[in-house]
């Protein structure tokens, strides 16, 4: 199972980096310059200069043993919060660092939209949390039994009010015309939403915010 993930790993980083390159790239030289270093007991990095014509490009891969027990890997939000929550990845990871854990590789997950609020495109999930909900793009997640899954993430949630219930558009994204969008702690401190819709504040509610449960 664990050599499959390796090999399903690396074809999916191959397959990506081919569809990036331009069309002359099929004519290609791949030159190694570090191979298998190990970073620590469940992780080794690789770095290779792949060379199409009088193109090059630099190619950095992770290798992660996910059964390793002491290897983790988590999502972090740039500052804390999605609203303008930017980053640098050696930052966040210096500001996660705390005795007996430290970083040794990080890097930005996803693509973020280059208006204000700067929100990440794709779902996030930390811990369990929901922090953004998905908007259609593929996703990739790591299970609490440490298996890797592919896929296009879905958002399926209603708010019911008495004898009315209405679907959810939204977790923590920006709010369009007619779209009912629930916001957590981890959009930050506020809203940040036009005077124009109605906001209702919900107290009680046990956070975080977790897929596959009813809160009331």
Known sequence: MRACGKRLTGLFLI??????LPVEAFSWEIVVDKENIPLSTGITYSAYR????????????LTINLQDPYTLM?????????????ERPSQAAQR??????????????????????????????????????????????ITSDRKVIFGYPLLEGRVTCGDRSYPLSHINRERGENML????????GSTQTNP?????????????????????
Request: charged share 20%; net charge neutral; hydrophobic share 40%.
């Open 181 to 188: 969008i629930l916001y957590t702690p981890a959009f930050g």
């Open 196 to 216: 124009y819709g109605t906001e209702v504040v919900l107290e009680g509610m046990d956070f975080p915010l977790r897929a596959g449960r009813i809160y009331k």
């Open 96 to 141: 996660k660092a705390a005795e007996g854990k430290r970083a040794v590789a990080a890097a930005n997950g996803d693509f973020y939209s280059t208006c204000p609020p700067y929100l990440p495109i794709g779902l996030q999930i930390r811990g369990g949390e929901i922090l953004i909900s998905p908007q259609g793009f593929p996703a990739m997640g």
């Open 15 to 20: 397959l990506f980096f081919l569809f990036c």
């Open 50 to 61: 792949v060379r199409t014509g009088d193109r090059q490009h630099a190619l950095s891969i």
């Open 74 to 86: 988590e999502t972090v939000l740039g500052g804390d919060n999605l609203y303008r929550g930017l």
